[in-house]
């Protein structure tokens, strides 16, 4: 029994590295296809993103669009489809990490490529932001790291307004 | 002898019962208040069986103290560019004195979520507008920064992002050319908790925020609101406001 799972574990392991042969041998300068970074983790263990890897490739807008009404307008928060799961994945937290603007962020890197020119990151965080206080629903850990948004100081307020009245 | 034993049996009997009152008392409200507290799952859509809304004690507000602006401007990442007049801000401390008298008050003012909010009736795109449990809201997928709803909004509760940002809070997308205002912690709301204003509030010991369910009249806030006389600003404008004040 413990034989078979060690072997089924080794077929496992040798199919993953020969999955991501092909992705590192075109990341070569010399290739034209693009660089795309790997994930930091596997939604499960038979699969590798939310939804199979072909269909997110060629359809991961319609479901991040689907996610985005049912957030902002009812409510829904569930992570599966949620753009801030899809950053928590598939780009790296290290502070030299690469910012959108950079063909080497995870959505750049395809994006440039196809030249499909997005707006997501004008508004939303295009790495991980670990939030203190806010890991219920962002799904990270607990953090001291506090984002560069938070180190900075907070703004103060106009100069309290004064109204007068008779 | 047997008149002092009867006494005690008495007093027993009394005590026991008193003490089974008042248990099923406490016992009963505790489950009822754990069956109305609990969250919303995940997948659920927000219903209007809900309107969330806010009562803010003016009393208990204190001259100077401006904790809830602070928390606003932290909770959601909001950083100025020493531009006073642009910055901006989802929360504002007013003081408010009398001509005649010199008496002086101080409240915070922010969004009021209308029942019938002018920014939504004015947006041209349906980017401003009421979720279902009474949250206004800038789709900013939709805004396309006209700032009609600005003009419209007669507490002067949103603004507009001039300047490009970086480093946003993935709670709190926001971005330029596109107009904002408070959402009630609208993340923090879904997840069951209370809006950053109201727990720094709180944490002070100033108590003078109160967040919560207008539709359950078991709710904190309808409570207080059916016990003691409160405002709505510019009541003449027949809004509705979801922000109530005690005390102007």
Known sequence: MRNLMQKSLRILLSLTVMAGLPASASAGSDSLLPAVPEAQDRYSATQGCVEPTAEMRRNHMEYILHQRDETVHRGIRTKQYSLEQCINCHVSDAPDAPRYKNDEHFCSSCHSYA?????????????????PGMNSLSGHVESDNKPAALSAEPHQALATEVISHD | MTDNANIDTY?????????TALAGLSV????????????RPAD????????????????KCANGCNDCVSACNEEHGLTGHGRPETDAQWIRKVDLRDKQTGHTQSLPLLCQHCEHPPCVDVCPTGASFKRADGIV???????IGCRYCMMACPYKARSFIHEDLQDQLPHAPRGKGTVESCTFCVHRVDNDRTPACVEA???????????GDINDPDSDIS??????????IRADLNLNT????RGI
């Open chain 2, 242 to 245: 979801g922000v109530r004040y």
């Open chain 2, 137 to 143: 809201l800038v789709d900013k997928h939709i805004c």
């Open chain 1, 115 to 131: 030249a499909v020119r997005i707006d997501c990151f004008q508004c939303h965080a295009d790495r991980p932001v670990k939030t």
């Open chain 2, 11 to 19: 007093r027993r009997r009394f005590l026991g019962g008193t003490a």
């Open chain 2, 44 to 59: 659920e859509a927000v219903t209007s069986e809900v309107r969330w809304g806010m009562l803010i004690d003016t009393n």
């Open chain 2, 223 to 232: 409570k207080q609101l059916r016990q003691h006389s409160s405002r709505q």
């Open chain 2, 201 to 211: 509030c709180t944490a002070e010991n100033h108590n003078a925020m109160v967040f």
């Open chain 2, 28 to 39: 009963a409200p505790g489950v009822f208040l754990h069956e109305v507290a609990q969250a």
